[in-house]
T-cell receptor
């Protein structure tokens, strides 16, 4: 049973435009959410996170939005750059329990 | 610290053979996780350890899979016998804590191909 779902396996965006990556979850007890970025032949690296007490967290070009009622979060990248091309994983955890990851979305930013 | 170190980077083996994947976590990290990445399910948690003790192995797919952590600086994931459907990228990650406020540090992964 996948508790964290990323329904779009891929996304293609033009350089300079906004990239929006979506993530849905089923466990209402999740209280911390993270996004990881993965380049080919490398392990995932932490990108940005948000606690369930917030609905938005911003870090430079990256903003994560959380809609608890809809059990939905999204990652916005503005403006998108070719170097952002990677696989993005959404992850969620409940308290100090281990994280659950989504299947990932492959973002391609075209020059 | 060199980060989480996994070996080998690539492994090709024949069906039925034993495969051993290795991981060295970041020094001082008390938690170690083994994940498997597949196209359909993304990163699946197989097992995790706290202070060298297995805490949750419910993600281990079958008895063919086993994991050990004999000391704080080394862990192995063994598949015996291996099958073609085990082909995937296996990641090891370590952390100060399993959940909130602590990102996991991942190794570069081992790409396993069972033919």
């Amino acid at each position: 049973d996948q508790q964290v779902k990323q329904n779009s396996p891929s996304l293609s965006v033009q350089e300079g435009r906004i990239s929006i990556l979506n993530c849905d979850y089923t466990n209402s007890m999740f209280d911390y959410f993270l996004w990881y970025k993965k380049y080919p032949a490398e392990g995932p690296t932490f990108l940005i996170s948000i606690s369930s007490i917030k609905d938005k967290n911003e870090d430079g070009r990256f903003t994560v939005f959380l809609n608890k009622s809809a059990k939905h979060l999204s990652l916005h990248i503005v403006p998108s750059q070719p170097g952002d091309s990677a696989v993005y994983f959404c992850a969620a955890s409940e308290g100090n329990n281990d994280m659950r990851f989504g299947a990932g979305t492959r973002l391609t930013v075209k020059p | 610290d060199a980060g989480v170190i996994q070996s080998p980077r690539h492994e090709v083996t024949e069906m039925g053979q034993e495969v051993t994947l290795r991981c060295k976590p970041i020094s001082g990290h008390d938690y170690l996780f083994w994940y498997r990445q597949t196209m359909m399910r993304g990163l699946e948690l197989l097992i995790y350890f706290n202070n060298n003790v297995p805490i949750d192995d419910s993600g281990m797919p079958e008895d063919r899979f086993s994991a050990k952590m004999p000391n704080a600086s080394f862990s192995t994931l063994k598949i015996q016998p291996s099958e073609p459907r085990d082909s995937a990228v296996y990641f090891c990650a370590s952390s100060l804590a399993p959940g909130i406020n602590y990102g996991y540090t991942f190794g570069s992964g081992t790409r396993l191909t069972v033919v």
